[in-house]
């Protein structure tokens, strides 16, 4: 049974920076690409960035290139989201999501396997 926990979002100033954490409790870790999506009430989720299993080649929404790194510990079952230079429009609920064995970039949500249970994170002005 596979359980993606999120950890690491709260509340920050503009220009601040957080580190999400996502961690992974079940088999086969090295086996699945992982994302980043994030969500605000009344939008569909979004996708914010992309690690393939194989080789670690990552992807970026335009929105956060630049500002957000993607990165993955094995030993450890982890996924991070190193968030820089926040802005308020970053405000949203993020989630990891996992993907099976996937060597092509996946933005739809509907391409993941599994999610976490998501984690607040609040930019303000």
């Known amino acids: 049974q596979v359980q993606l926990i999120e950890s690491g979002g709260g509340l920050v100033q503009a220009g601040g920076s957080l580190k999400l954490s996502c961690t992974w409790s079940?088999?086969?870790?090295?086996?699945?690409?992982m994302a980043w999506f994030r969500q605000t009430p009344g939008q569909e989720r979004e996708f914010v960035a992309h690690?393939?299993?194989?080789?670690?080649?990552?992807f970026y929404s335009e929105s956060v290139r630049g500002r957000f790194t993607i990165s993955r510990n094995v030993p450890e079952s982890t996924a991070y989201l190193q968030m820089n230079s926040l802005k308020p429009e970053d405000t949203a609920v993020y989630y990891c999501?996992?993907?099976?064995?996937?060597?092509?970039?996946?933005?739809?949500?509907?391409?993941?396997?599994?999610w976490g249970q998501g984690t607040q994170v609040t930019v303000s002005s």
């Open positions: 079940g088999n086969n870790f090295v086996r699945y690409s």
């Open positions: 999501a996992a993907d099976y064995l996937s060597t092509q970039i996946h933005t739809s949500p509907n391409d993941y396997d599994y």
């Open positions: 690690l393939k299993y194989n080789g670690g080649e990552t």
